[in-house]
């Protein structure tokens, strides 16, 4: 298909009525954190149902504003931390559309439409193993949700079919995470997560950014984020990759 998707996400933040209570509450060894951010990925997808053989392939430079949304994108993030154990949340919701017409010789137009939607829930908690003036380093180990929605129509003459084809899976997950120092306000950090372990099934991430801390309460950062998704489960096969610049802030209670 030619690459008309616009897989930009807007700029989301997380939020909770009960968070700045209990911040406020909260003692010094306390961190709560939310963070609002904008990521322009550049986006493929290849999906392919192995009974009927129907395929749909989707793609878009992260410099490509044409294309549709189905509806609004949602990228949240919230962590909370006590002392060197925290837990992290993250939620991930692309709802793309896509259609084309193909003129063939005697079969004449043949049009088709593929609604993909991608979804990731994930829930991790971490632990704090080395921690200085200058580094900080976590260990991760939590579950992700993921799901993957096909709606696929096809028209042409004489003929027409449509197909809706889904998969999703709970995945094990493990990751690191590292914060350098560089200055007095800035920092590099660096994250991974992988979790695969049931064979059918892949998904991972790295993302590293560059951190400026504005106040005492907001940092502002930009990087990039590489996102993966693989299954092979049931008749639903499905290999999609997100991957661009990532900016935005965290605030700090």
């Not at 006590?82 to 692309?94: A, M, P, Q, S």
């Not at 439409?113 to 632990?127: E, H, N, P, Q």
């Not at 799901?147 to 079919?161: I, M, R, S």
């Not at 400026?212 to 290999?239: N, P």
């Amino acid at each position: 298909m030619s690459k008309h998707l616009w897989a930009t996400a807007a700029f989301a933040l997380s939020t909770a009525a009960a968070l700045p209570s209990f911040a406020q509450e909260a003692q010094d060894d306390w961190k709560v954190s939310l963070t609002g951010y904008l990521w322009a990925p550049a986006y493929d997808n290849d999906v392919k149902d192995s009974v009927t053989g129907q395929t749909s392939e989707s793609s878009a430079d992260f410099g490509d504003i044409l294309g549709n949304l189905r509806s609004v994108p949602i990228i949240v993030k919230a962590e909370a931390q006590y002392d060197r154990v925290g837990v992290i949340g993250d939620l991930i919701y692309l709802p793309l559309s896509q259609g084309r017409t193909v003129n063939r010789p005697i079969l004449g137009p043949i049009k088709s439409k593929a609604d993909v939607t991608t979804t990731t829930a994930t829930l991790a908690g971490f632990y704090r193993v080395y921690q200085t003036d200058q580094l900080n380093i976590d260990l991760l180990g939590g579950l992700r949700y993921v799901k993957l929605k096909l709606d696929l129509d096809v028209n042409g003459p004489g003929a027409g079919f449509s197909r809706d084809a889904s998969g999703s899976f709970t995945e094990a997950i493990i990751g690191a995470r590292a914060t350098q120092r560089l200055g007095t306000k800035t920092s590099v950090t660096a994250y991974g997560d992988y979790g695969g372990f049931g064979g059918s099934k892949t998904v991972w991430q790295l993302i590293g950014t560059v951190n400026y801390q504005w106040t005492s309460h907001v940092t502002a950062f930009g990087g990039w984020r590489y996102f993966a998704i693989e299954i092979d489960k049931d008749r639903l096969s499905s290999d999609v990759t997100m991957s661009g610049p990532v900016f935005g802030a965290t605030y700090r209670f």
